[in-house]
């Protein structure tokens, strides 16, 4: 018999603190292939994504408008959303660094765009080549003609707990450049543990400067074994939207200690065993993710992945 039809996760009702439903900001078409040094052919991303909406997935992040130059993986981003077969009640976001890249994301007609900022200077400057305060104008005009066309716009800030050149990253200056965003005109703020880093105390921290968690989102690696730990921390705070990556897959490209993204399904086992509801089904998410691992040719990083496939 296997694990499912054991009733395994037991669901117990989650106590008052945590959200009764968490929505899955799922990025493993985008984050979780951009990594890949081996290009995906456009035909097996396009299935991937209707599988992943098969599974129950309402938020799909679908590509990146960045320069093909510096995310091969990604260069096909026009012919992806042409051939894609939207479902009806999903959303299909894309990821966009600059004005060029918006016009792209206008052609191509997408209704909800990221954009993706730095908490440090550093890390600013190696990923977009901006210091840390020149990348809110080059973001501003971007939000602003965005918001006029009618498109949704999430705020990413990646370093918000560690950064591998400029060591532990104070709260404070997290918050600080966070808030820049939302009063930009970001719909939603994501904070990024890009190198997997953190722990639950600074998770609680951080987001206990924002006042207000709902207008954020948590975005997690699992470098040192701490990304479900410290998606628990952030949901007894009041965050209901999670970022995740089907099968584990990601890493980031501008940052070499950055491993995996939190596995979807490895999330789904924690929030169905606390009752919280998702609206996914973790039996075709499994199957959606052992898929994509054979057509990358690896066992795929996500536990549940490996115990249930």
Request: with cysteine.
């Amino acid at each position: 018999m296997g694990t499912r039809e054991l009733g395994l996760p037991e669901r117990v009702p989650s106590p008052g603190e945590l959200p009764e439903r968490v929505t899955i900001w799922e990025v493993g078409p985008r984050d979780g292939l951009q990594n890949e040094k081996t290009i995906v052919p456009v035909e097996v991303k396009l299935e991937f994504l209707d599988r992943l909406a098969g599974a129950g997935l309402t938020t799909l992040e679908a590509t990146s408008f960045v320069h093909p130059k510096w995310v091969p993986q990604l260069a096909d981003a026009e012919q992806l959303l042409a051939g894609l077969d939207r479902r009806e009640g999903v959303r299909y976001p894309v990821l966009v660094p600059n004005e060029k890249g918006l016009n792209r994301a206008l052609d191509a007609g997408v209704e909800h765009i990221a954009i993706f900022a730095s908490a440090t200077e550093t890390f600013a400057r190696k990923n977009l080549n901006s210091s840390l305060d020149e990348q809110f104008a080059m973001f501003e005009p971007v939000v602003t003609r965005a918001r006029e066309a009618g498109l949704d716009v999430r705020g990413y800030l990646s370093m918000c707990f560690g950064d591998p050149w400029e060591g532990a990253v104070p709260a404070k200056q997290v918050a600080d450049a966070g808030r820049r965003l939302l009063d930009m005109g970001c719909s939603q703020l994501s904070l990024g543990d890009t190198i997997g880093v953190a722990t639950a105390g600074q998770v609680e921290n951080l987001i206990g400067l924002f006042g207000d968690a709902g207008t954020l989102a948590v975005h997690f690696h699992d470098t040192y074994g701490q990304a479900l730990a410290n998606t628990l921390a952030a949901l007894r705070c009041g965050v209901s939207t999670v970022d995740s990556s089907a099968g584990g897959l990601g890493g980031c490209p501008y940052a070499e200690s950055a491993t995996g993204n939190l596995a979807t399904e490895d999330l789904v086992w924690m929030l169905d065993g606390l009752g919280v509801a998702t609206g996914v089904d973790l039996d075709t998410l499994v199957a959606a993710s052992a898929w994509m691992a054979g057509q990358l040719g690896r066992p795929s990083p996500s536990r549940v992945v490996n115990a249930l496939s």
